[in-house]
């Protein structure tokens, strides 16, 4: 209360009564405004936080209702108005005293009497009128007798008065469920007293809501129910928040069953208070033998050790704790699991326990394993194999390359290559071919395969490199990128080069050889021509006996020789691949029987049946170079009778198929001497091969007759 100059506390909870001075006080400066106040900064008195509300007497402010605190505070809005109500029923009280002072002055005992239960009515019908629940009195069939305005608003009623006139059925109005009335009846029937009646009911305009019911029956001397009276409070904010606590909870436990993590929850005992399925899967526990156990109960005490002393540092830290680590499950099969430990608190903010959520990672971790090998490979490759090998993203950017290429580059690492193109390290000209080949692909995928390059060395050298490009692509089947492989082929070329110029000569000496041979054939044909002309007109005149057998011999010798030229001059011409064939009509039968008939003489003097026979088949005209075939049968059948001392030897023609091109003809040439050893055949078309003879054999060696009777027929 106050006077003048000071403040005078009259009742005090928190603090002592004294008194102290007006000037400068917040209760002074409460009454000055006449209204509630409220101060937070401690500008005014010596309180961080005060709030006062004046109480008046007559419109007379007399004194305050205040609250202080040494600390920052705030009030809620029901506080504020509960205060408002304290300070009205103090002005109440206390102008009710000075209304007694005055009749006890009077001494009007009966006034005060009245005073009294006019205070009483007063006081009640204040808290009856202002208080935050519903207050009612109603029969037993439903009818309100009573309702103060906070029922009229939990109903959705504008007065009391409204409710009581409005609202005549509560069981069919009111509840949801009409026989939630009657069970109230009976409850009350049989206890007299109902504590937390909880019921959906429905409001004046139709939303639905939860409310709490506290009532008592109120009975008469006879023990004769007279009404029930009790309290109802709007409980659909605390029903909504339990049902979306209730709904949390089952989505929390929903999925931390349905998720692929092992999930555990742990008090600061190291006991289990909570394991999903899948943790009691894992562990072949149900999940009442693992609540209130511990890590040494399920765990060998090596690995037990290790997980408490993991939870004691997050719950003494008071941090999240993650890490991988290997798990021993109870048959002994060991995982890598990555591991994430949550400390848990309380509302005060105390630590409880953890929770812990752990996954197996033992595949991905194989993976990673595997992964680091192949890079461990891939970095010895890069780092020994002597090509050059890059990757290229798709802009021809480099993104990893070989030391081979490096040093190429004349690079001191690796990484100076990252992030360059061909442009930084070559001649603009071949940078753009290389960009162009790349590029090419790239968009259309196709590998470039061994495709040689000029390109140009640090030191200006020209240098040649054989470069394979294929595309590289991700998982989806993109191209990201391609793969080049470039091997240093310049000996290579250089020693391509060399051959080439060696082949150049051989050539450019062989067809010098051949033209030599052709014209030291010709040169000497024609004097041996003479000579073999003269002995024929020697052995047609008159000789004796010795000088025929002289003359006949040196015959066989011009012709043996004349053989050797024409051979010379063939082969020549098959080496310099200038051999060329005439196509006119010939007759078969004829062409080889003059080659036989050349032979007659000398078969028949050695004893030999030499034959030729024509097939039906093959009778006929044909177009070719008859010259050349009449060579080859020569050559052919006079190795034949050379080399056959008793027996026949048999030529023969057959046809071997026909087609619209033309016919094809078989020619044979068959003897009963010694012949050629497989061993010996493949010399028979070598023009350096010779025939090893058994020295029992008395005949001339076959010198070039073989590889040019081995090359005609080709």
């Known amino acids: 209360m106050v006077d003048e100059e000071s403040i005078n506390r009259i009742a005090c909870w928190g603090c002592e009564r004294s008194d102290h001075p007006r000037a400068g006080s917040p209760c002074a400066l409460t009454i000055m405004n006449a209204k509630p106040t409220v101060i937070t900064d401690a500008s005014v008195g010596e309180h961080e936080y005060y709030a006062g509300f004046p109480i008046e007497i007559n419109n007379l402010t007399v004194g305050t209702l205040a609250v202080a605190s040494p600390d920052s505070h705030q009030l809620s809005d029901p506080q504020i108005h509960q205060l408002q109500l304290l300070a009205n029923q103090s002005a109440a009280h206390l102008s009710l005293q000075q209304r007694m002072a005055v009749l006890e002055s009077e001494n009007a005992e009966l006034l005060i009497q009245e005073l009294g239960v006019e205070m009483a009515e ?80 429905r409001r004046q ?26 309290t109802v409070v709007d409980i659909t904010e605390q029903k909504k928040a339990k049902q979306a606590l209730y709904a949390s909870e089952l989505l929390y436990h929903s999925l931390v069953e349905i998720i692929p993590q092992n999930i555990l929850r742990k008090d600061t005992g190291g006991r289990f208070t909570f394991a999903n399925q899948r943790f009691c899967k894992l562990n072949k526990r149900t999940f009442d033998e693992i609540i209130g156990k511990t890590d040494h109960d399920l765990f060998p005490k ?87 090998i890059y990757i290229k993203d798709t802009e021809s950017r480099f993104i990893r390359g070989s030391a081979a290429l490096a040093r190429r580059m004349s690079l001191n690492s690796t990484e100076e290559i990252v992030g360059k193109t061909d442009y930084n390290f070559h001649p603009e000209k071949q940078a753009r071919e290389f960009h162009e080949d790349e590029q090419r692909v790239i968009l259309t995928g196709k590998s470039i395969v061994n495709k040689v390059e000029q390109q140009t060395s640090e030191e200006g050298r020209t240098v040649w490199a054989s470069v394979t490009k294929v595309p590289f692509r991700n998982r989806s089947g993109l191209v990201t990128g ?233």
């Open 122 to 201: 007063e006081k009640y019908r204040s808290i009856f009128e202002n208080v935050q629940e519903g207050i009612f009195q109603t029969t037993e069939e439903g009818q309100f007798i009573s309702a103060n305005p906070m029922l009229a608003n939990i109903y959705g009623f504008d007065s009391s008065d409204d409710l009581m006139a409005n609202l005549n059925d509560i069981s069919g109005q009111l509840y949801l469920d009409p026989e939630r009335r009657n069970e109230f009846v009976m409850r009350m029937n049989d206890h007299d007293v109902i504590h937390d009646f909880q019921s959906p009911v």
């Open 205 to 230: 305009d139709g939303e639905l809501i939860w409310i709490s019911e506290n009532v008592r029956a109120v009975r008469n001397n006879a023990n004769e129910l007279l009404y029930f009276e009790g």
């Open 302 to 388: 090596e690995q037990a050790d290790k997980y408490r002393r993991d939870d004691i540092r997050v719950m003494d830290n008071d941090e999240t704790y993650a890490t991988t680590e290997i798990h021993t499950q109870p048959d002994g099969t060991e995982l890598h699991v990555e591991a994430i430990k949550t400390p848990l608190h309380n509302e005060a903010g105390e630590v409880t326990g953890l929770q812990c959520m752990f996954w197996d990672v033992t595949e991905r971790h194989l993976m990673e394993e595997q992964l680091a090998y192949e890079r461990d490979l891939l970095n010895a490759l890069l780092e020994n194999v002597p090509d050059r």
């Open 482 to 714: 391609i793969i080049g492989i470039s091997r240093d082929i310049t000996a290579l070329k250089l020693a391509e080069e060399e051959s080439a110029r060696a082949r150049d000569l051989a050539l450019e000496a062989a067809q010098v050889k051949a033209q030599f041979l052709a014209v030291m054939s010709h040169e000497i044909r024609t004097p041996m021509n003479g000579i073999i002309g003269m002995i024929n007109l020697l052995l047609s005149s008159e000789l004796s006996e010795d000088q025929r057998e002289y003359a006949q011999t040196v015959r066989t010798s011009a012709d043996a020789l004349l053989d050797i030229l024409n051979d010379i001059l063939d082969l020549s011409k098959i080496e310099a691949g200038r051999l060329e064939l005439e196509k006119a009509e010939f007759s078969l039968r004829t062409v080889m029987e003059e080659a036989v008939e050349l032979h007659a003489l000398r078969a028949e003097t050695n004893q030999i049946e030499l034959n030729a026979n024509v097939s039906p088949e093959c009778e006929g005209r044909y177009r070719g170079d008859a010259g050349r075939l009449r060579q080859v049968l020569l050559n052919l059948v006079s190795n034949a009778v050379k080399f056959t001392e008793q027996g026949e030897v048999q030529v023969s023609a057959n046809c071997q198929q026909q087609t619209d091109a033309g016919i094809e003809l078989h020619f044979s040439v068959r003897d009963t001497g010694l012949g050629i050893t497989p061993k010996n055949r493949k010399k028979y078309s070598k023009p350096s091969g010779r025939l090893m003879v058994p020295p029992t054999a008395v005949m001339g060696a076959p010198g070039l007759a073989f590889p040019s009777r081995g090359n005609s027929p080709k």
